[in-house]
């Protein structure tokens, strides 16, 4: 019959919890502040303990790599690791914000954490140039407006720039306006006939004034030179442009061409544009043709940095008269930047008896671009045993999806590919090289069912019978396999009075010398026990019997496996046969393998 034996698995589940808040914890503090200066108690506010802390190996991750803000985890606190300056980190977006999360493991946790950062008056309006010159004829009509010069002032809300002044106001007085942002720029406007004869020239001061607390203050000095009679100013055809180009537009690629007209003739009625000190915009982005009025690209335009351009553009006669337009430009957003993926956690090895779903590894993926260009989607191979979920907003978790078996595939390559919506997609992938670590749930094997040996009577003590090896599917400590003698009772004696085994080797050894006369059978059992947490034994009987006394012995036996109520059994039936000095050749006698025990024959040939 064949041999069956029973396996019960103990299996050890490992589950690991991933807690993403459904809430946000949110600080504010002022910019500026020193390393090391105090945020938040955050284990506090997240209602952990220091224990939670450590052993979770509590840290800090931010998507752009910054370390503005630390984690002092022997106090539970969030202290300045690096001096934060609001106009640096953020320009002139409000409100900004640091954004980051804590991340814990065994079990993982993620917990969102949003710092405020609040300005401080520590920036001036400033002006781009100390002076500047303005040519006015002085045929120029009341309410002819002139543009000013815009001060920047880095600082946001009431610290940013708030008013100006103009000082004197004997010919002009001052046009306060705002964009459509809300910032605050000024035109001045003639509120008196201007007369060269009289008087050739205006000296003014404009100061710019923000909302601190005392204010600061910036100014420019206005010199106003009157020219002579140039009765029409240029116009343009509207107030205000708008256009649209694409962020990936080649230099010298034309954006749009403003167009003004003058009424006057000869010098007087020629125009030239460009662009007004009012404009936003950075000086290597656009250009203007002086004579035409067409704008173009000079430079990178890059949407994720600058989505809107506001330019102001001047069309100026000789005379000295102008006009001023608005360009809107907006940034289009095109496909130019791959997903980044990155493994902010992982459990690396795996135990084999993982169950289902059990987290390996948190994933973060990020795409600069906006809209369907950055809308990623993130998968892996389906002939994998495991699967990719998305967890939160460009989170993913990494779990497995199947029963796993060390013996049958010990580590895998996993790969997540990150694609983008756009046209043409961009993609990028990573590898987790995962290996998977092993539980002890397999036996000890035997090559074979039974073995034969043979011994001469009178033998020496000592003397080895055989020598047999188990294996196991099974590594490490679950794999080490020793061996060992049931010490049942053999003619009133245990059997370790007759027979022994090295543990290590499996060599079964005479523990004394036999006599043919005196011992016809005998019946032993061996077993092999392996050395995992959950050791896993078989053991078996072996018989011998004598058919006869005087010359060359040999065995004969008939074996069965007796099952035992293990974990797993593995049999071995062991045959010695004793042969007598004087012994004479014979036909040696057959072994037959059955179910349950194992019959060792002593016989005489």
Known sequence: MDKRFSLHRKLLLVCVWVDFTLGQVRYSIPEEMSVGTHVGNIMQDLGLDVKRLKSGQARVFTEDNSEYIGLNADKGTLVIKERVDREERCGQTSPCSLHFQIILNNPMELHRVDVEILDINDNVPLFSRREMNIEISESAVKGARFSLDSAVDADVGLNSLQTYTLTPTDHFKLNMLSRPDGSKYAEMVLDRQLDREAREGHRLVLTAFDGGDPPKSGSIKINVIVLDANDNAPAFSQSLYRVAVPENALKGTAVLTVTATDADVGANGNIMYAFSQNSRVTPSAFVIDAQTGEVTVTGDINYEKMKRYELDVEATDKGGLRDTCKVLIEVADVNDNAPVISIISLSNPIPENSPPDTVIAMINVKDLDSGKNGQVRCSISPELPFKIKSSSINFYTLVSEDVLDRETVPEYNITISAVDEGSPPFSANKTIHLKISDVN??????????????????????????????????????????????????????????????????????????????????????????????????????????????????????????????????????????????????????????SCASLLTIADV
């Open 441 to 594: 749930d397999n036996a000890p094997v035997f090559p074979k069912t039974f073995f034969t040996a043979f011994i001469p009577e009178n033998n020496s003590p000592g003397t080895s019978l055989l020598s047999v090896r188990a294996t196991d599917s099974d590594s490490g400590n679950n794999a080490r396999i020793s061996y060992f003698l049931e010490d049942d009772q053999l003619n009133g004696m245990p059997a370790s009075f007759y027979f022994s085994v090295n543990a290590e080797s499996g060599e079964i050894m005479s523990a004394r010398s036999f006599d043919y006369e005196q011992t016809k059978e005998f019946h032993i059992r061996l077993g092999a026990e392996e050395s995992g947490s959950i050791s896993l034994q078989q053991r078996e009987s072996v018989a011998c019997e004598a058919l006869s006394a005087s010359v060359v012995l040999r065995t004969s036996c008939y074996c069965r496996l007796q099952e035992q109520h293990l974990a797993a059994c593995v049999a071995l039936s062991a045959h010695v046969v004793l042969n007598p000095a004087s012994a004479r050749p014979s036909p040696p006698l057959r072994c037959y393998f059955s």
